[in-house]
């Protein structure tokens, strides 16, 4: 398991420099208070003395070192209260030389005792919605809150599987090896709902994702074949690293036939790593022949578990409604 390693970087630093901002806001309280209050730099100074106390105690040897660390404990506790005291004599709150970290439990360092913090790990979700590209998506597509209402019949059936199957990847996801999925059926049956729902599990349960519609895809691989110089970023790297590829509405891009190479060459890349696809198409088995090659299609059919999407247009049922 392994979120994003850019994501985890940046979300790192962002930590760090909050950690800072709220030590710099302590300070800055410090001088304006001990700059009006004598007293309070004398306190604030004896405090400071408090480390430096406890590491000559150790250096005394074991001899007595318990009551000499209460001693010290002692005096520190009493120079809080008189700091307290002092501050609230004039006009300040109690707290106002407490540091303020944004999540006191980790103290803004993400990590308590070597576990992550749920302070970052829902940082690291966020960044994650939107390195994948799914941020203006995840309000709206859910397991949750997939209708299967617009459903009758032997279609409700058929999608309560498939609502069930999806939800069961994306719980029990755990990177290689977890296998790829293939939907396809109709327009406006929810393959799109679903695949997002997916994705987004995966990533609130710490995996390296990318969602993609095909358009954007086939475009980047375009944009890298005709790359003039090898110093601008890939724009296709992450296609074949992350742990979930999610390729939307694969069919509806404009003339995909020049990168049919590149798109069997990144699915055979990801099957023989045992890295994890979800695509899901409008197009039947015959339509994606004719639109791409049988090696294509023998790896979509062949290498990827496929769910037929049933039923009624649900966004036609909705405008009707």
Sequence with gaps: ???NREDYKNVKISFEARRKNAEDQLKRRETEVCSKLPEMKKICDSLGDTGPKIYAAALEGRDNYEQRLADIRYETEELIRRQK???????????YLDIKYRCPLCRDEGNIDGKMCGCMRAELIKAGYESAGIAGLCGKMSFDNFDLSYYSGEDRANMEL???KAREYAESFSGTGSGSLLFFGGTGLGKTHLSVSIIKKVIERGYY?????????????????????????SKTAKYGECELLVIDDLGTELN?????????????????????????????HTELLAMYDDRVVSRLFGEFLPYMFTGRDVRMQKLKS
């Design 162 to 164: 498939v609502l069930r």
């Design 256 to 284: 995909g036939r020049d990168i049919v190479p590149y798109l069997y060459s990144l699915l055979n890349q990801r099957i023989n790593s045992g890295l994890s696809t979800v695509i899901n198409t409008n197009l039947s």
């Design 1 to 3: 398991m392994s979120f």
């Design 209 to 233: 994702c990318v969602y993609c519609p095909s358009e954007k895809l086939f475009s980047d691989f375009r944009d890298e074949r005709f790359k003039n110089d090898d110093k601008t970023p």
């Design 85 to 95: 005291k002092l501050l609230s004599e004039n006009g300040y709150p109690e707290d």
